[in-house]
């Protein structure tokens, strides 16, 4: 599973709701940060996130944490709302204007699914990564073979501490 959520190639495969995933650049060789749009069913608008994604493989436990931050080259895009991650996905806010009882009912629905989704990834994901061009290519694991962009820190902080939201769910209906 860790290697699943990690491996940008591989959730093409998987992830049927990723309309993009952009990695921005690492910050250590356990902090990286990305960006990622996702399709949301009508008639919720598409969410994207700028996430810092930290990791730690203590070899019996491993860890991922994600949570949103705020990147100079990526604002908020027409089309999508931007979502927060507080922490790791479970405690996020589509923001826009959902009420209460659509977000659950989404959430019950949607969540299940979701498991059973990385449950048949995980499963085809050795079989997978045998069969491409560098299937050691793991800098999650083996920071040396890290070729993405190195990025500071203050490149991810908000000079401005206020957020526009350019749309709601509302509009366009």
């Known amino acids: 599973m ?3 959520l990690h491996d940008p190639d591989y959730r093409k495969e998987w992830d049927e709701h990723m309309m993009a995933s952009i990695e921005i ?3 250590n060789p356990n902090n990286d940060v ?3 749009a996702l399709s949301c069913p009508a008639p919720v608008k ?3 996130f700028v996430l810092q994604r930290s990791w ?7 860890l991922i944490l994600n949570h949103s931050v705020n990147h100079k080259d990526y604002p908020a895009k027409k089309g999508y709302i931007r979502a927060i991650s507080y922490l790791t996905g479970f405690v996020t806010d589509p923001r826009g ?5 659509l977000v659950n009912k989404v959430t019950q629905k949607f969540a299940p699914k979701v498991v059973k989704q990385l449950k048949r990834a995980a499963e085809g994901y050795e079989c997978w990564k045998r069969r491409q061009e560098n299937p ?3 800098p999650w694991i083996y920071p040396e073979q890290m070729q993405g962009t190195k990025i500071s820190i203050m490149d991810c902080v908000d000079s ?3 957020h526009i939201e350019l749309e709601t769910d509302e509009e366009n209906q």
């Open 160 to 162: 401005d501490a206020t």
């Open 25 to 27: 650049g690492f910050l």
């Open 46 to 48: 598409n969410r994207d």
């Open 56 to 62: 730690l493989d203590m070899d019996e436990e491993k």
């Open 34 to 36: 990305g960006y990622y």
């Open 97 to 101: 204007k959902l009420p209460p009882w």
């Open 2 to 4: 860790f290697d699943v």
């Open 136 to 138: 050691l290519l793991k």
